[in-house]
């Protein structure tokens, strides 16, 4: 009953920006907790950065400081702001919303950053 499409990705030099979202159909009231996770080539996937429904968010140690995560609720979309990018930032990066005991997940967006 939920889907969950990415986008915003791109190929961006290091040292820019880029603003990905996450736009949810479908009835998400009452989620847990929303999140950008990624995955690099011959990596695990990685949370990245998570909001609760009260608005508390969470970054992984090595986006501190550059990422952004918000939620627009107007628009049923969660965005994350990505800042001073580095070559390490290279991956697909997917949406996740967790939903009575449910999990979703976008089919995600590739970043690459050229070193």
């Known amino acids: 009953q939920v889907q969950l499409v990415e986008s915003g990705g791109g190929l961006v030099q290091a040292g820019g920006s880029l603003r990905l979202s996450c736009a949810a159909s479908g009835n998400i009231f009452g989620f847990a907790a929303m999140g950008w996770y990624r995955q690099a080539p011959g990596k695990q996937r990685e949370l990245v950065a998570i909001?609760?429904?009260?608005?508390?968010?969470g970054y992984a140690e090595a986006v501190k400081g550059r990422f952004t995560i918000s939620i627009d609720n107007a628009k049923n979309t969660v965005s994350l702001q990505m800042n001073s990018l580095k070559a390490e930032d290279t991956a697909v990066y997917y949406c996740?919303?967790?939903?009575?005991?449910?999990?979703?997940w976008g089919q995600g967006t590739q970043v690459t950053v050229s070193a």
């Open positions: 996740n919303v967790k939903l009575f005991g449910m999990v979703y």
């Open positions: 909001i609760t429904s009260i608005g508390t968010a």
